[in-house]
């Protein structure tokens, strides 16, 4: 009985009206710190997408007694019922974290009967409850970064259609981050750390899986290679719509792991309907000139009608220009 | 069978009942509202916008079907994204059927309206401007359909873009009417599509006015089926502004008509003048490929029944490469109409299948040349040839276009 106080709501998760507030579906026991009930697991990507250099957690929810499907390629094919929970927050000072956070916004994916439905909660100013926002919302928020210099940001919670463009497959809403190949990394877990597709066959979220699959690297990771960690950043930041089957097929350039025509990954490609998005630039890469590439012209701009990706992003990633710059300099020409 | 048409009309009566319709005026919560109300429709439903103008910072979208947004006049209600800080278009619509009219959206940062994969799109009376001119930084297209089919744009305004005011690409089922499209690079571009009626418009004061192309490296190419007929294509005489390393980059000032690729194109009715490079263009894809599923070539072309005025008298011959190229083999005898003469080999040798012959035929008194490359690669032969008779031929029209 204790344990059901703080059960996920499964009839919220499903039913066709979202709730106003994000502690209507008790995914929490505790909303504001942001304490999972039970069943609701924490998990780690190994890249992940670059938000305005926002932190973020994120949690799983597979309701009892059913599993998720291992697919190769693919995100897991979760049931009914099933929630993919993302906290985005900002740290008051990155270089002590115990200092406290500012919670922006929670996104939600809700495996409803017929699809995927996204939706998103804002936080409030006293940060203890998240409100619904399917009009999207914009909050200006400051931090201290890593060198102890003040950051601003004027960020932007994504209306449900926002959602939708980059969580886009052959017209279907679906996941992006929870692929096999993504999670394959050991987590901390409080009372253990271990890898999170083990984890997950512990708790029967997934059946027994072979977890020797192609595995992408943490591109922050400079143990791997340039080239290595490049693929592994463009797939998780610009694959999900540049792939033949995402939003931005129309446009020929696939940056997705599983890509490997050089046309198609923007070598000497030139551009299609650009428009000034293309800065000049005759090629989306131009091996050995990273300044007439399309692709880094396109990563360095913050200006909405030039800016990759569309949305989602009012900064640029600094750490990633350098990497991208990089690795098109020493491209062979 | 009157009982049918009784039951039918119910169906009807009963579905307009439930269907809401939504009004609203501008206010500084404008962004919000709208877009919370676009999300909110339900199929059936319609969103008004009353006269006025709307202040935006972040782009629109819609992703409901059979939906109908609209303003009270291409005028009066007008969608101003002048300090727009977020958002790659104006407006986005991303769901089928829905239709678009009565408004204006100005000075967009990217493109003004894009609808991506849409069954059924029409936008009627629509403008898209960027209010400074001609103008680098302005954005890409005016109206931008792509991947979507049966696709309507009917009485609409476009200027001011700096690739394509209007600009269908990857598209089938597409009619294009009616409307005007002024300073623009490209003033209607039909890009890697399939059965396109372009008609009754006006592409005038553009760097080029009526587009028809087809690029390698998409899901979708292999452009066919194109009539543009009963056009004004006249006084394109604008710069080109377009940012480079784009394909209209490369459009010379004052092009009254190109097709580029692309096979059966006919082009038919209209009135082509003004145009200070050269007045219709048949041109081959400039650059290399190693895209085995594309044909670079224009094949089964059609030109006949135009009626030609001055062309020529000024040369762009510092943008691209094709009016230098014209300038110094025509000795600056510029004419109505070009083609590149370009072919696969075998077709330079032994001509082309006659079912994929190019035709010009009643088109007045249009002067015309051509490139054989053949004698271009020898010495001693001028490779060019004015002789327009040579391409008279049976005229096979097209069928029209019906969209669903």
Redesign the interface.
Known sequence: MINSLYAVDNIVILQDKFPKNLSDFSFFEDTQAQIPSKGVIPYELISSLFSDYSYKQRWVYVPKGKKAIFNQDEVFDFPVGSALIKTFYYPLDERDLSLGKKLMETRLLLRKTHGWEAVSYAWNETQDEAIIK???K?ILNEWIDFKGEIQSV?Y?VP????C??CHTTN?TLTPIGPKARNLNKVFDYQDESVNQLTKWMKVAYIDEIDIELNTPVNWEDKRHSLDARVKSYLDINCGHCHS?TG?A????LYLDLTENRP??RGIY???????????????SISPGNPEES?LLYRMIST?????MP??GR?LSHKEAIEMIREWINKMET | MQNLFFIFSCALLSFALNAKHVFLSPSVNSQEEIQEALIDLEPGDILTLEQGEYFFEDGLSLDVDNVIFEGSGINNTILNFGDQISGAQGLLVTSDGVTLRDFAILDAKGDAIKVIGADGISMIRLRTEWTGGPKETNGAYGFYPVESKDVLIDGCVAIGASDAGIYVGQSRNIIVKNSVAQYNVAGIEIENSYYADVFDNLASHNTGGILVFDLPDLPQQGGHHVRVFRNKAINNDTDNFAPEGNIVGEVPRGTGIIIQANSDVEVFDNDIYGNGTVNLSIVTYGYDTDDENYNPHPKSIQIHNNRFGDGGFDPDVGTGELAAILFELSKGDMPDIFWDGILPMNQMLFGQPDEERLIISNNGEASFLTINPIKYMLPFFDPVERDISKYDGEIKPLPEVILN
């Open positions: 399917k009009a999207g914009t004027r932007r209306n449900k259609n926002q939708k463009e017209d033949s939003g097929n129309s446009t020929g046309t198609h490609k030139k551009p299609v309907a650009t428009g000034r998005g293309s800065g000049g630039h005759e090629f399309i200006d909405p009608g030039v800016m569309e949305s009012s």
